[in-house]
């Protein structure tokens, strides 16, 4: 029931955030209150933290951590990982797509690893955003699951959530984004995550039983 409502939820965001894509209202209203609020002396530290949340970091960072939880023979998490994050690059570059929204400044070119496409990069939804909460809120899952100390489990999720915030902020701060395009990022990356973690581990173990020697 609590996981329907949250389906429901983050639906309901995501789709009002659609509705701003024509009507830039909202997003100035939440800019000039940010812009009263945030000193103008965050743009440079921002520049710094946004690269957090680039391709190339998330890429790594995620096979890193494939790697360690394949080595703990954790190879469901490891499998869940990957779909995760790379699932969500897809449908990051899918929606992009389908709204083909500009973003506030000059037309950005999709660069992965140095390499530049000529492929535009759209606003909505944030893709920064949307690859560093998966990523993090995954390491929020697996601390919950297999650490034990609760000190060090508090400080794994207050260093995951301080990773999101930052780089979500970073966004708007550096002007690479909307306000509508972070919330719609977060609340489509919270529907993609719980998706995965609730059918994953059912699609392996129907896979494990197909396979299985009759």
């Not at 949250?6 to 701003?20: E, G, K, P, Q, R």
């Not at 710094?48 to 970091?57: A, N």
């Not at 083909?100 to 606003?123: D, N, T």
Request: glycine letters at 6%; a positive charge; one cysteine or more.
């Amino acid at each position: 029931m609590k996981i329907n409502i949250i389906y429901i939820l983050t639906i309901s965001v995501f789709l009002s955030m659609v509705f701003f894509i024509d009507s830039n209202e909202f997003d100035k209203l939440l800019l000039d209150w940010m812009n009263q609020l945030i000193p103008a002396s965050l743009q440079e530290p921002m520049s710094f933290l946004t690269k957090l949340g680039s391709g190339e970091v998330m890429i790594i960072l995620t096979l890193v951590l494939m790697g360690l939880l394949y080595f703990k023979r954790e190879k469901l998490y490891a499998l869940m990982l990957g779909v995760i994050v790379f699932g969500g690059l897809f449908l990051n570059l899918g929606l992009k797509l389908l709204f083909q929204r500009e973003r506030p400044g000059e037309i950005r070119y999709l660069e992965v690893f140095g390499q530049s496409f000529e492929l535009a990069s759209y606003s909505f939804p944030s893709g920064h955003t949307m690859r560093t909460f998966l990523l993090f809120a995954f390491i929020i899952y697996i601390s919950y699951l297999f650490i034990t100390k609760r000190a060090i489990r508090l400080i794994s999720y207050a260093i995951a959530v301080f990773c999101i915030s930052v780089v979500a902020l970073s966004r708007m701060i550096l002007e690479a984004h909307y306000p509508s395009d972070i919330i719609a990022a977060i609340s489509i990356s919270i529907l993609w995550f719980i998706i995965c973690i609730r059918v994953v581990p059912g699609l392996v173990r129907k896979y494990s039983r197909t396979q299985a020697p009759s």
